[in-house]
């Protein structure tokens, strides 16, 4: 099945002065995310920004990857904890992210973990989309 | 982002700019599933500016936009524009 997830955002003025606002998406989870370019390229004072948000997309999106490739071979996760830090260069472009997973999973080896986590994180769709980043790395522990 | 700054550097820093995304997730070869497409839609209100020229920079801050660039190594991004009041409103 295809999906579509559509999202919204509303942005008044130039970019240096102005500001934006993330204002509707599909599901109605999240609204109101005021969003602008001191906040992108500087210290962030409360505001999310496009990056932060390929964060989540890309946290979220590895740790279901990571979970599936677990449970297919016979491991299903307690609970993983994972997290991408994404860096933005201004001038430049979107130049790494980092993923991170801590994760409780019964009876798995380290190794066994690791090479988990490396197929998520060369397979989920997100990695996927974003495959141009010049830098994706991965730290993968057990708890 | 983007694409306020192309207008503001055009001299039209007072823009009201709305943009979607909507981003197709779809099954492919293998049972996998990949982020396939990003449809763009911008419309904004901005003085003294007809369809074409807000055209032209709708497609300048898309090839400008750090996130489009990654997109499209993998997928389609494209991209409509409505001008709301502009100087072709009739």
Same mark, same amino acid.
């Given at each position: 099945m295809t999906t579509d997830r559509r999202a919204e955002v509303v942005w008044q003025g130039d970019l240096m002065s102005g500001s934006g606002r993330v204002e509707n998406v599909t599901? /109605?989870?999240? /609204?109101g995310l005021d969003v602008s370019w001191p906040a992108r390229s500087e210290d962030p004072g409360g505001k999310t920004s496009p990056e932060e948000l390929i964060a989540a997309a890309h946290a979220t999106c590895f740790a279901m990857a990571l979970s599936h490739g677990l449970a297919e071979a016979g491991h299903t996760a307690d609970q993983l904890e994972t997290s991408a830090t994404v860096t933005f260069q201004p001038g430049? /472009?979107?130049t790494k992210i980092a993923l991170a997973v801590e994760g409780k999973v019964p009876g798995i080896d380290a190794d066994a973990f690791q090479q988990a986590a490396e197929q998520a994180k060369e397979n989920c769709p997100v990695s996927k989309a974003l495959a141009s980043v010049p830098e994706l790395t991965l730290d993968a522990q057990l708890a | 982002m983007s694409l306020a700054g192309e207008l503001a550097q055009a001299g039209q820093a007072a823009a009201h700019v709305e943009v979607t995304a909507t981003v197709t997730l779809d099954e492919v070869e293998g049972g996998s599933h990949r982020i396939v497409a990003s449809t763009l839609l911008a419309r904004a209100r901005v003085q003294d500016m007809d369809k074409a020229e807000f055209e032209r920079f709708a497609h300048a801050a898309d090839e400008g936009c750090p996130f489009s660039a990654l997109i499209k190594a993998t997928g389609t991004v494209t991209v409509t524009t409505e001008l709301e009041g502009g100087a072709d409103d009739d």
């Amino acid at each position: 099945m295809t999906t579509d997830r559509r999202a919204e955002v509303v942005w008044q003025g130039d970019l240096m002065s102005g500001s934006g606002r993330v204002e509707n998406v599909t599901s /109605g989870a999240i /609204g109101g995310l005021d969003v602008s370019w001191p906040a992108r390229s500087e210290d962030p004072g409360g505001k999310t920004s496009p990056e932060e948000l390929i964060a989540a997309a890309h946290a979220t999106c590895f740790a279901m990857a990571l979970s599936h490739g677990l449970a297919e071979a016979g491991h299903t996760a307690d609970q993983l904890e994972t997290s991408a830090t994404v860096t933005f260069q201004p001038g430049e /472009g979107i130049t790494k992210i980092a993923l991170a997973v801590e994760g409780k999973v019964p009876g798995i080896d380290a190794d066994a973990f690791q090479q988990a986590a490396e197929q998520a994180k060369e397979n989920c769709p997100v990695s996927k989309a974003l495959a141009s980043v010049p830098e994706l790395t991965l730290d993968a522990q057990l708890a | 982002m983007s694409l306020a700054g192309e207008l503001a550097q055009a001299g039209q820093a007072a823009a009201h700019v709305e943009v979607t995304a909507t981003v197709t997730l779809d099954e492919v070869e293998g049972g996998s599933h990949r982020i396939v497409a990003s449809t763009l839609l911008a419309r904004a209100r901005v003085q003294d500016m007809d369809k074409a020229e807000f055209e032209r920079f709708a497609h300048a801050a898309d090839e400008g936009c750090p996130f489009s660039a990654l997109i499209k190594a993998t997928g389609t991004v494209t991209v409509t524009t409505e001008l709301e009041g502009g100087a072709d409103d009739d």
